[in-house]
Structures are given as C-alpha cells and as structure tokens.
C-alpha cells in the first residue's frame, strides 16, 4: 500500500512541476505599480492572474501586453509590468535619465502602469527579453475581477511610428522618425542573459 502511495507521488509531484513550468500558474499580484489594471484602488483584495508560460516559448511579445519578468536588480523577486516597447523602438521616458531610449536587440523597455510606484526600466532600463517568464493573460481572482487581460495601446510613448508587428516577426513595417529621435540613447547591451527555470511562485510584485 505504501509503496503504491510512494510510487504515485513520486510521479505526480515532478509531473506537476513539469505542467507549472510549460503551462503557466495562477499567482498573486502584491503592490499597487499596475493600478489600475491590476489591483485597483477601490478593491481591498488583491488580484490573482493566470501566468501563461506557454504563449512566451518562442519570444513573440507585443506592445502593451503585461508580463511577469525576473527583476533585473533583484533575481530572486518576480515584477508584473507592461511592455511599453520592443527592440529597436524609440522611447519617451518618463523618469529615466535619458529623456528618450532607443532600445537595443533583444530587449525591451517595461513600466509598471502607476508610474512614480514602479520599479521598471526607469530605474534599471531596458530588460533582456530572457529575463520574462510568462505573460498574464486573465484575472482570475476575485470572481468579480474576472477579466481578459489585452493589450493596451502605448503608441503614445513611441517617439516615431511603427508597424504594429509583435516581436519574432520578420519584415517590419517602414518607419518615419522625428527631430526627437536624435536625442535618443542609444544602448548596447549584452543580450546573451542565462537564466534558470523559474520556481512556481505564488506572488509576483506589482
């Protein structure tokens, strides 16, 4: 009998690990840098989403989306933000210490939505796109806050027009630039980050 017990937990327990880590998990949010999206003020319990590691295998990232990254300047925490822009877009920042970036080859640039109780890329810049984990695709808790979790539109924060194309894709549409595109920071960063199996976390920080 115990053998049994014994034998089907040692199946289940790394089965269950391997689901967590190819399919996604359900986390809780903490902290008010996505308010409003996530964790709204008027709301005295904290979100849930559903982490979906899934739809991130091969790196196709879209502007606006919100994901869950490993902190650049702290690995052992996991952040919530929203992807303002991808590699080779032109950013206006709004407290970094270049008024506009230009973000480098697998990259991107990440902001928390309540900008002022974000730690995001306008502390530690651009975020090596290795370091997202998954990406949040629904609020699956309180039942009240039941959502699906879309894109939001950051064009606004382009400093020059781009084809609406996710990352991964070949062919980018033709882009005009503007005076502004001449003050841009342009980074060089290594992109060849290494990086562990994430641990089946039950919070991010928002």
């Given amino acids: 009998m115990w053998k049994v017990v014994i034998g089907t937990a040692a199946f289940t327990i790394p089965a269950s690990v391997t689901l967590f880590d190819l399919c996604g998990y359900v986390a809780k949010v903490e902290g008010s840098s996505m308010q409003p999206a996530l964790n709204p003020p008027d709301w005295k319990k904290s979100d849930y989403v559903l982490l979906n590691r899934w739809g991130i295998r091969q790196y196709n990232f879209q502007r606006g989306e919100i994901v869950c990254l490993t902190c650049p300047s702290n690995p052992g925490q996991k952040i919530i933000k929203r992807i303002i822009g991808l590699e080779g877009d032109t950013i206006k920042t709004p407290g970094y210490r270049s008024r506009f970036v230009t973000v480098p080859q697998g990259h991107c640039w990440v902001e928390g939505d309540h900008h002022g109780l974000s730690l995001d890329s306008n ?78 976390l039950l919070s991010v920080k928002g």
């Fill in 123 to 200: 502390v530690f810049g651009p975020v090596a796109l290795g370091l997202i984990n998954a990406r949040a695709s629904h609020v699956v808790w309180p039942p009240r806050r039941w959502q699906r979790l879309a894109p939001t539109d950051v064009d606004n924060r382009l400093s020059r027009k781009h084809g609406r194309k996710t990352h991964g894709q070949n062919n980018f549409a033709a882009i005009s630039t503007d005076e502004d595109d001449e003050e841009a920071e342009n980074l060089t960063l290594n992109s060849d980050v290494s990086y562990s199996k994430p641990n089946n």
